[in-house]
């Protein structure tokens, strides 16, 4: 089932470089604008994959390869009174499949817990967010300000 894990992509994390030479544009004056959109679409996607891990950990997996067709398919994880790491996870639309153990691992020691980022829950309303000047604006409104490196 390995060729299951391997459907499986989290986003990286921010290098802090770039949210440090943010900061310091923006705190010149001289905002980096495509250095912002660059820092907030990554976040952007390091948000919803928080999310979406939080979501699988309550027994809701989001099919990764559906996802990549830009369709939402929710694999129900059933409860097992074995060892939970051999549960397979099938999704019924494209025939995806992994155990809940390979899944585990996949975003093991990523950081993508969601204890803690308390930010990620208003993500998916980031599009939204700056009247439509690109997804970074975010990143100057009050609910998701970053904290500089
Ligand atoms: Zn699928």
Redesign the pocket.
């Known amino acids: 089932m390995s060729n299951g894990r391997s459907n499986i992509r989290w986003a990286p994390r921010v290098p802090k470089h770039k949210i440090r030479r943010l900061y310091k544009s923006a705190a010149a004056g001289l905002l980096d604008e495509e250095l912002l959109d660059d820092v907030g679409i990554t976040l952007l996607l390091r948000c919803r994959d928080i999310l979406t891990i939080r979501d699988a950990t309550r027994g809701r997996v989001r099919?990764p390869?559906?996802a990549r067709q830009g369709e939402e398919?929710i694999i129900l994880r059933r409860s097992t009174d074995g060892d939970p790491r051999d549960v397979v996870l099938r999704?019924r639309?494209?025939g995806?499949h992994v155990t809940w153990g390979e899944y585990f691992l996949s975003y093991r020691r990523k950081q993508l817990s969601s204890g803690g980022a308390t930010g990620a829950s208003c993500a998916p309303r980031w599009p939204d967010v700056g009247g439509g000047r690109g997804v970074g604006r975010v990143l100057l409104s009050p609910c998701c300000s970053i904290t500089p490196v």
């Open positions: 099919c390869r559906c398919t999704c639309k494209c995806w």
